[in-house]
């Protein structure tokens, strides 16, 4: 069974720093994108980042551009989201996801594997 543990969520005051990370069990992830989503009460989940593995290409939803940045270590088997310059509306369970095809997605649906979530909260 395949497991992404997700760790370093918090409260953080706006304009403040987090970072998550996500470790998973299997070796064979190494060579899969994996990524990261958000889901606030009452909104549907969204696409945050999103990284291959073996190159380290990434992308980014447009609200977090210049703020977050995802990042990997191959030998470990985790990825990272560096949350900077945190606001409000970055409040979210954030998930981290990986898939089984070679490219990033941005549709949550085509990610086969699912953390169990960490708590985002940003006071004003």
């Known amino acids: 069974q395949v497991q992404l543990v997700e760790s370093g969520g918090g409260l953080v005051q706006a304009g403040g720093s987090l970072r998550l990370s996500c470790a998973a069990s299997?070796?064979?992830?190494?060579?899969?994108?994996m990524g990261w989503f958000r889901q606030a009460p009452g909104k549907e989940r969204e696409f945050v980042a999103g990284?291959?593995?073996?190159?380290?290409?990434?992308d980014y939803a447009d609200s977090v551009k210049g703020r977050f940045t995802i990042s990997r270590d191959n030998a470990n088997n985790t990825v990272y989201l560096q949350m900077n310059s945190l606001k409000p509306e970055d409040t979210a369970v954030y998930y981290c996801?990986?898939?089984?095809?070679?490219?990033?997605?941005?549709?949550?649906?085509?990610?086969?594997?699912w953390g169990q979530g960490t708590q985002v909260t940003v006071s004003s």
């Open positions: 996801a990986a898939r089984l095809q070679r490219a990033v997605t941005q549709t949550p649906g085509r990610w086969d594997y």
């Open positions: 990284i291959t593995w073996r190159v380290g290409i990434t």
């Open positions: 299997e070796r064979t992830f190494s060579s899969y994108p």
